[in-house]
């Protein structure tokens, strides 16, 4: 596990059972509906800002504009409401230009991320025939896959491609970890 103290680090645990913590403290209570998936979707797409469109036509396929609007804004305020618990001092989830994204000034450490850049490194170095030194990298991505990329999610589509992605690099390490 990542040891973050930082107040303005979130730590988001994305293989196996979802968690967040703030610092040392978790995010335990989060709003009813979609705010926990809108805050998912946009940690996972955290590289660029978020329309508003984008999100109600994701969360809300089959609502009117105006019904849609409102579900968003009443999901992002709950969102904003159980993260700003454990730190009430920052603005977590920003509006700038009709779109949504995490506050750039947080760090953010996510499982998924460091399980991807550990795979890319073993194989990097297991190409240039430090076998050794690439199946460190290959454990530690072992050890930080606990089970299926947003496991509680099982039928959004949106992550399906991510979810598939993760699990046959997973299956691909432990081949290798087991010929090694």
Not at 33 to 57: A, N, Q
């Amino acid at each position: 596990r990542h040891d973050g103290r930082n107040a303005s680090t979130l730590l988001v645990y994305c293989l196996g059972p979802f968690q967040v913590y703030q610092g040392d403290q978790p995010v335990e209570d989060w709003p009813n509906g979609k705010g926990k998936s809108i805050f998912k979707y946009l940690v996972t797409h955290r590289e660029r800002p978020i329309g508003k469109e984008v999100l109600m036509d994701l969360f809300w396929p089959n609502a009117e504009a105006s019904a849609a609007r409102n579900n968003l804004n009443v999901a992002i305020y709950g969102l904003r409401q159980a993260i700003s618990k454990t730190n009430p001092c920052q603005s977590h989830v920003l509006f700038r230009d009709d779109c949504y994204l995490l506050n750039p000034d947080l760090q953010i450490w996510t499982d998924y991320e460091e399980f991807t850049r550990n795979t890319k490194a073993a194989r990097a170095l297991e190409e240039s025939g430090q076998e050794d030194v690439a199946m460190h990298h290959y454990r530690i991505a072992e050890s930080l896959y606990q089970g299926e990329f947003l496991e509680e999610d099982r039928y959004e589509d949106w992550l399906m491609p991510l979810r598939q992605r993760m699990q046959d690099d997973y299956f691909c390490l432990l081949d290798r970890l087991y010929r090694y």
